[in-house]
């Protein structure tokens, strides 16, 4: 946003009648504010009549003192409120004059908008907003002092700001660009390979929406999988395992950033308000009668904590919440394969590919910016082998930046494809379509700073993290190769032998 102005009008409550002694000490004041108190803030180069916060009005009437400031980005009108007050309180101290409080009678802030539509803004924060000419103006709902203090006013303008980056991304989720490709490949099968299983008995849905339970076939196919990403990469590329939480307090989603945006995909997790029997009892002996549990009366008796997993690193980071890394231990790379994700994917749920509650292998890696870069390097070297000359799948690479990245001012290393992520996505031949089955992510300081990780040597301490999906594997694998192992690459079928049978139905 180019410009932005901010209109404030307030009270000033004072504990005695403003006499006319007094009155001369505010008008003198106030001119000294306009002149100087108001103005200390305004970068050199610019022009100090034109900048800053400036007293537009005012007016005293028994013990208040009414006001109105405008102001630019400079001396923000919420900022020179204050300072006002502040600044004020001495001078009419030495009359016996105190001031009580500081009330907010409305506030505006104003930016330039080159958009044609404006932004929904949360009416809890936001009573009115306008937009004509060019220019964008919120009616800001303040209650007290406390929200000057807390400088609402700048929160609001940057979720204004974020808006608008999101509009000028149109509704995209990402910016996606090819960064190579695979050689066209055959492919020895056209149907859905998540029915073919179900048709030869190696999957089953769970009880639970987009939730499978694998039959030993396609968990030897996962366990096949993970011995090979142990193989070519978690053993030369010094990966430690570690097991981290699966339940997701708000408190890290709050650090990790998805408190922003992760609502409408999470599993939420509630706790009982007591765990005292009696006060479950009426619930108990409802389902006794019935044979129906009464969600609706659970609901009014737990209380949210957090959610299931959804990306699998943020809780990891508690580890070293609040710590200091000796630069000698870097880089650290760890991994963890220990419970599943879960994600409320909707109609969008498919087959084994898009699916609620799935199995996934995190791999986390910390060093500085060069070894960060460095080793998403290497490991995307890796990842390439398994694909090429294991699996030999039609597959590609993509550079794309989530819309976060611009919200949070990082386009410019985007760009340098230093901080983003890379997908891959493999063919499904069966629709034609392209299926991410996993992805490499290069978070720069966003972890250390969010979790205030420091290295020793104050250097920035950055990170990275990749998320291998089994069942996307699992997919794209048989979508391309089919279920006649014979057709499946050597490299392969060497490493997974004979598929268990075990359950013989009549
Ligand atoms: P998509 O765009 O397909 O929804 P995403 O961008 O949401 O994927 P990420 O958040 O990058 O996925 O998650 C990393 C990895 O986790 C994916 O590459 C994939 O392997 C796996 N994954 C994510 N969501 C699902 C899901 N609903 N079912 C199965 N695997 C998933
Ligand atoms: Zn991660
Ligand atoms: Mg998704």
Partial sequence: MKDVWFHFKGVLKCSAELTEEAVKVISEFIKFANEDLLKRGVPRSLDKREHGAEIESWEVSGKELRFKIKSDRYVRAHDAALRLKNALAGRLGS?????????????????????????????????????????????VRLEDEADLRNRLPDRILRLLEEKRERLEWRGKEEHWELLWESPERPTFFDKDPTQEMQERGWIRHGAARGQWIYGPQVTKIFR??????????????????MIFPKLVPWEVWKRSGHARAVYPEIYYVCTPKTRDPK???????????????????????????????????????????????????LPICVFDRSGTSHRYESGGIHGIERVDEFHRIELVWLGTKEQVVEHAKKLEKRYTFIFEEIFELRWRKAWVTPWFMAQEGRLGLAEKKEVGTIDFEALLPYNGKWLEFQNLSINGDKYPKGFNVKLQSGKELWSGCSGIGLERWTAVFLAQKGFDVEKWPESFRERIGELPEVFKFV
């Fill in 224 to 241: 096949t999988f993970e011995k090979i990403i142990d193989e070519v990469i978690l053993k030369p590329l010094g990966y430690v395992e």
């Fill in 95 to 139: 009359l016996k004059i105190g001031i009580r409080g500081l009330e907010v009678e409305n506030f505006e802030i104003i930016a330039d908008w080159d958009l044609p539509e404006a932004p929904r803004m949360p009416e809890i924060l936001v009573e009115k907003m306008r937009l004509d000419d060019g220019k964008i103006t919120l009616k």
């Fill in 279 to 329: 006060f479950w009892e009426d619930i108990m002996d409802y389902f006794k009668i019935t044979g129906e549990v009464p969600t609706h009366m659970i609901m009014e008796r737990i209380e949210n904590i957090g959610g299931l997993c959804y990306a699998q690193c943020p809780p990891f980071w508690v580890f070293l919440q609040g710590r200091i890394l000796s630069d000698a231990s």
